[in-house]
């Protein structure tokens, strides 16, 4: 059986970028995945193909879940990697989503099957979403990096290059078979503070819908985001006021973003000393669950 399995043939899309986002390692706060569904339930995306998981999922790390169908009866939800089809009629063009799990095992093949599926569509474009824990505060604008086979669209954009060299996601994989098939592509970061990595982050997903807006050309209506993103903001503020260690230690990370900014900083603490700290903090206040 072909693990690619088509409901229908979405004909007529104009100029289709395609736009990615995996769950799991490169999904730091949910934001990634949350970004991605968000823009289709905005645009109004329909499903058209799934990849079926047999091939690409071990199933003791990615555990399908028994769910109550309709009757009643017990039915299994595989893990699987669906793709949509955005029609934008207003922009320069239409959008295909594609998001599910990060796949365990065969990437080379499961890439491949990305990329023939966008060759088959006639992607003009290549976009993945990922997010990833950082040494920064929630007080202050996301920031997001970008890489891409396109250095005029990264400046044009005011993306900041990503330096990172080590272990990698199915996001750098695709963008490097993107590389050498010569499809445009670009990949975006949000940096998400590690001390509420457990609390989904709607405003990390908003930056990174915001970016997304600039590089395809399609507006998306994200007031409803932006709400969420405000509460979001607020009850982290609440949390961190209600403890003055936490406090401080948010406080440190304002000051070194600033210097950042400023000038060379000197004597910043690495990232693990900061993680560290901060895990004292959360013993001492009994765990995680009073992030709010």
């Known amino acids: 059986m072909q693990p690619l399995l088509w409901e229908h043939r979405p004909d ?5 970028a395609l736009i990615c986002a995996f769950t799991g390692w490169n999904d730091a706060a ?19 193909a799934r990849i079926d998981p047999e091939e690409f999922y071990d199933f003791q790390a990615t555990r399908p879940k028994v769910a109550l169908g309709a009757d009643g009866q017990r039915e299994i ?26 796949p365990s095992v065969r990437w080379r093949a499961f890439t ?15 976009v993945s979403l990922g997010a990833l824990l950082a040494d920064v505060p929630h007080t202050l604008p996301v920031q997001v990096s970008g890489s891409g086979s396109d250095a005029e669209m990264i400046e044009r954009l005011g993306l900041q290059p990503s330096g990172y ?45 915001r970016r997304l807006e600039g590089i395809v050309g399609v507006a998306v209506d994200a007031s409803e985001l932006e709400s969420a993103a405000a509460d979001y903001e607020r009850q982290v503020g609440i949390a961190v006021q209600s403890d003055p260690d936490v406090q401080a230690f948010v406080e440190r990370l304002e000051q070194l973003a600033e210097d950042e900014r400023s000038s060379e900083p000197e004597d ?4 693990e000393r900061l993680a560290s700290e901060f895990q004292r903090f959360l013993r001492q206040r009994g765990g995680e669950g009073r992030q709010g």
């Open 12 to 16: 007529g899309l104009r100029a289709p």
């Open 30 to 48: 949910d934001a990634a995945s949350a970004a991605l569904s968000f823009v289709g339930s905005a645009l109004g995306a329909t499903r058209f």
């Open 77 to 102: 939800v595989w893990p699987s990697v669906e793709v949509f089809a955005a029609r934008v009629p207003r922009a320069p063009r239409d959008l295909v989503l594609l998001g599910g799990p990060e």
């Open 112 to 126: 491949q099957l990305i990329l023939d599926l966008a060759e088959a569509l006639g992607v003009q474009l290549v």
């Open 165 to 209: 060299e080590g272990p990698t996601g199915i996001n750098g994989v695709i963008g490097a078979a993107c590389a050498e098939r010569g499809l445009p592509s670009a990949s975006l970061w949000a940096s998400v503070p590690h001390y509420v990595a457990a609390a989904p982050n709607p405003k990390a997903a908003l930056a990174l819908i």
């Open 268 to 271: 910043i603490p690495s990232g």
